[in-house]
């Protein structure tokens, strides 16, 4: 078992340019989040997807944010004209048991660097 | 909404010491579970220790942590912290009659020190 895998580990783009993530659960998990990881702000959830339906997207900067789940082994969080203030690690993380995603298993994170 | 407030962001301690990591929540729900991940450097976030039960101490890898309702609070403890308890730790809720997603809190970093 890998765990979830994320890549690219780190990321940096020019302001205004796209950045896409990408997520590999671990198989077998039903639920997939995406969490953003800042000093100040600590694990903001952005959104999750329960067999590969979109749940709940409330933490997601609707404008420039959006995130699609394909297919049961990968996630993608893309982020449109990317701004300083987007540069943070995002996480993904995935849970065995849709009902009641209690323990999530997370990924190293993508550190993106918004120049 | 559901909100968890870690007041500390970063607590130095010396090894051998006792440490309390406060962690304190709002919710309107009655039905929620309470949290602990702990992310040490260069690693993911992993579950430490969870509770539901009120006033019932819960307790993992020498830490330990008791829900009370009546404060909201759901500190964590440890009597003695070694050198390797160095990372950083966060504090959550998940809802269990709503959407099926942790809340967490800002981050504790702790740094114990020789």
């Known amino acids: 078992n890998a765990g979830v895998i994320q890549t690219p580990r780190h990321k940096v783009t020019g302001k205004g340019q796209e950045a896409t993530l990408w997520c590999e659960p671990i198989?077998?998990?039903?639920?997939v989040f995406w969490y953003r990881q800042t000093i100040v702000q600590g694990l903001e959830f952005l959104t999750y997807?329960?067999?590969?339906?979109?749940?709940?997207d409330s933490g997601m900067p609707k404008e420039r944010f959006s995130a699609q789940m394909p297919n049961q082994s990968h996630s993608t969080l893309k982020i449109q004209s990317t701004q300083p203030q987007d540069s943070a690690v995002y996480l993904c993380?995935?849970?065995?048991?849709?009902?009641?995603?209690?323990?999530?298993?997370f990924g190293s994170g993508t550190r993106l660097t918004v120049l | 909404g559901d909100s968890v407030t870690q007041t500390e962001g970063l607590v130095t301690v010396t090894e051998g010491l006792p440490v309390m990591l406060n962690c304190t929540y709002q919710?309107?729900?009655?039905?929620?579970?309470f949290f602990w991940y702990v992310q040490y450097l260069n690693e993911a976030p992993k579950l430490l220790l969870r509770?539901?039960?009120?006033?019932k101490r819960t307790e993992h890898q020498g830490f330990h942590a008791t829900l009370h309702k009546s404060s909201s609070s759901f500190h964590l403890q440890k009597s003695s912290v070694q050198l390797s308890d160095s990372a950083l730790y966060y504090c959550?809720?998940?809802?269990?009659?709503?959407?099926?997603?942790?809340?967490f809190g800002e981050g504790t970093k702790l740094t114990v020190s020789s």
């Open positions: 993380a995935s849970s065995p048991d849709w009902a009641s995603a209690e323990t999530l298993y």
């Open positions: 198989s077998g998990h039903s639920a």
């Open positions: 997807f329960r067999n590969q339906a979109p749940i709940d």
């Open positions: 919710t309107a729900y009655s039905d929620v579970a």
């Open positions: 509770s539901s039960t009120d006033n």
């Open positions: 959550a809720l998940i809802n269990q009659g709503g959407s099926a997603k942790l809340i």
